[in-house]
Nanobody, 124 residues
Framework: QVQLVESGGGLVQAGDSLRLSCVAS????????MGWFRQTPGKEREFVAF????????DYADSVKGRFTISRDNAKNTVYLQMNSLKPEDTAVYYC?????????????????WGQGTQITVSS
């Protein structure tokens, strides 16, 4: 049974930093590329960041480039999202996801497994 469990969300002020973690189990983590998405009520799930299974390649949404950094530790089956200079518009539920291919990093349907999400609220 595959599980992705996010942690690290919370309420912060604009300009603060947070680091999200996502621990994976039940899958060969080092063979899966990982992504972070976010969603607000009434909107579609939005791509945030991607890291290839090898950790060599990353990709980011324009809205978070220069502020967010995705990384992974294959020995710990964990992917991270370091978020700096947070803005109120970053408020959302953040989800990590895993995909067996690496061809569609920003395409939610390409992902095979999803976590339950963690809420981040950024106050102004």
């Amino acid at each position: 049974q595959v599980q992705l469990v996010e942690s690290g969300g919370g309420l912060v002020q604009a300009g603060d930093s947070l680091r999200l973690s996502c621990v994976a189990s039940g899958l060969p983590f080092s063979r899966y590329s990982m992504g972070w998405f976010r969603q607000t009520p009434g909107k579609e799930r939005e791509f945030v960041a991607f890291i290839k299974w090898s950790g060599v390649s990353t990709d980011y949404a324009d809205s978070v480039k220069g502020r967010f950094t995705i990384s992974r530790d294959n020995a710990k089956n964990t992917v991270y999202l370091q978020m700096n200079s947070l803005k109120p518009e970053d408020t959302a539920v953040y989800y990590c996801a895993a995909q067996g291919s690496s061809y569609y990093p920003d395409h939610a349907p390409a992902y095979d497994y999803w976590g339950q999400g963690t809420q981040i609220t950024v106050s102004s």
